[in-house]
């Protein structure tokens, strides 16, 4: 059975750091495009990050730019979501999500380009 697990969620204080990870069962991730979302209270889901099945292409929302990273362990079937110099209005709950058909040409931060997603994992940035 196909899932997604996120961890690493947490309280930190303005400018920490935190690394998220997702990591995959009952399928092989590396062979899929894979997205970090977010959402706040009363906001909508927002793509921050996503990766390509290659790991070498990736891409960042304009607001986590120059903060946040996304890099993938094959062998551990897992994506991680480095977050450095989080600011309040990073806090949500964080999201990974596989998109399992190619949909070519649509950026993978779109939360409809994602066929399954995990629980979450809520971020709170709060001193």
């Known amino acids: 059975q196909l899932q997604l697990v996120e961890s690493g969620g947490g309280l930190v204080q303005p400018g920490g750091s935190l690394r998220l990870s997702c990591t995959a069962s009952?399928?092989?991730?590396?062979?899929?495009?894979i997205g970090w979302f977010r959402q706040a209270p009363g906001k909508e889901r927002e793509g921050v990050s996503c990766?390509?099945?290659?790991?070498?292409?990736?891409r960042l929302a304009d607001s986590v730019k120059g903060r946040f990273t996304i890099s993938r362990d094959n062998a551990k079937n897992t994506v991680y979501l480095e977050m450095n110099s989080l600011k309040p209005e990073d806090t949500a709950i964080y999201y990974c999500?596989?998109?399992?058909?190619?949909?070519?040409?649509?950026?993978?931060?779109?939360?409809?380009?994602?066929?399954?997603w995990g629980i979450g994992t809520p971020v709170t940035v709060s001193s």
């Open positions: 990766i390509g099945s290659d790991g070498s292409s990736t």
């Open positions: 999500a596989v998109e399992l058909k190619p949909r070519y040409g649509r950026t993978c931060l779109m939360s409809s380009t994602m066929d399954s």
């Open positions: 009952g399928f092989t991730l590396k062979n899929y495009r």
